[in-house]
Each structure stands twice: as structure tokens, then as C-alpha cells.
């Protein structure tokens, strides 16, 4: 991983137009990892909306893994770990109360 200065000095206005942020250049270096270029603009707004920790993680995850797809890997453990979507239920869905039979005060 490089730090904010080794991308400052690497950093070409002319060519580097999309990179003016920290949270940019990680979002560009998932995608070179995850061989997604056509997404980058998804991965660097995980990367400005999400804990970098938790984005760390999936990579490694992707990484170590042998998958066709990396980007699809990534976003299911990015779901996996309730980052994204609706996370998995671990609980039974709530069931609803039994009627009970209406008590009427009045006669007929």
C-alpha cells in the first residue's frame, strides 16, 4: 500500500485527473486488484463510504482466492460482512400474533 506522499509524488494532473484523494487511490488500486477497471468510479465510492478495514478484509479474501469473477466475490463477502445490501438474517422472521376471538359486550 502507498502512502499519501509516494502518491503525491507519483500524482500527473495531465493523466491522473480522477485521483485527487486519498480514498480515490485506494478505490483505483481495488480495482487493478479485483481486474475491474470498467467499475472503477463503484470501488472508489466503497472506498469514500466504507471501513477501510473491513474493504482490506474482502480483498484479501478475493486475493487468496481463485475466482473467475473477483468483483462479484468481493461484493458478495462486502454482503456477507453487512456492509452492503441487506445483511443475512440470522434469526427466524418474526411470526404474527394468533387472533384471538373478539369478546362484544353487546346483545343481540
Known sequence: MQTIKDILKNFKPTTDKYISREFQSFGVHLAEKLQDERRKSLYIKLAKTLPRPALEEA??????????????????????????????????????????????????
Not at 75 to 85: A, C, D, N, R
Open 59 to 108: 480483498l484479501r479474501f478475493v486475493v487468496d482466492a481463485n475466482a473467475r469473477s473477483k468483483g462479484a466475490l468481493f461484493m458478495w463477502k462486502l454482503k456477507e460482512l453487512g456492509l452492503v445490501g441487506k445483511p443475512k438474517s440470522t434469526t427466524e422472521p418474526k411470526k404474527k400474533p394468533a387472533r384471538s376471538p373478539v369478546q362484544s359486550n353487546t346483545l343481540f
